[in-house]
């Protein structure tokens, strides 16, 4: 076998990947989504989207989150349209994660509206993690608003989304937690 049938931008290689992408078995999919991994961005997205409304949710989460790692230009718009479209939360959780991972100030606004307006508390949790790494400073008073509710893990996403800003104003909020009984707190 020469080097470049290893290559991972090997057209063959790719072709090889994008047929697997087309399997009925859901774990050949998987399989091919994980091939993406040393793929360059470029070439990997649109094999991913390919694969973005998968009918196995499993499949879908994947090609969510490797959105998120596979940066280009179609990457933020998808991902905005599943965090307020889609009707799984777990795609919607896994959306808002994914937005952190780019580190796109643009994603500011969608995140703050999952964090405030949908129901289930993953997708929240998830929103409030992403703002704390998209590092925007603005993230700051939503961020307080999750520490002071009553919803322990959305403390928890808060806690560790201040600190990834790392504004020293959270940091009296944030000891007023050392001595919670919850050790994740």
Known sequence: MTVSALDPANPAR?????????SPRSADRMVALAQLRDVPAEQAVPLILQV???EN?????????????KQTDACLPKLLEILTQDPDYGIRADAAGALGYLEDP???????RAF?????WLVRFSA?????NLKDPRAYD?????????EELLQQAAIAALGELGDPRA??????FAQSEDWLV
Not at 15 to 22: F, G, S, T
Not at 116 to 120: G, I, N
Not at 171 to 176: S, V, Y
Request: aromatic fraction near 8%; charge should be negative.
């Open 128 to 132: 409030a993690v992403a703002l704390g």
């Open 52 to 54: 973005i409304d998968d």
């Open 116 to 120: 405030y307006e949908d129901v289930e």
């Open 142 to 150: 939503v961020l307080l608003r999750a520490l002071e509710g009553p």
């Open 14 to 22: 790719l072709q090889e990947i994008a047929q697997r992408l087309r």
């Open 57 to 69: 949710l499993q499949v879908r989460s994947f090609a969510v989150f490797a959105l998120g790692i």
């Open 171 to 176: 940091l009296d909020h944030i000891l007023r």
């Open 106 to 112: 643009r994603a500011f606004e969608a995140l703050v």
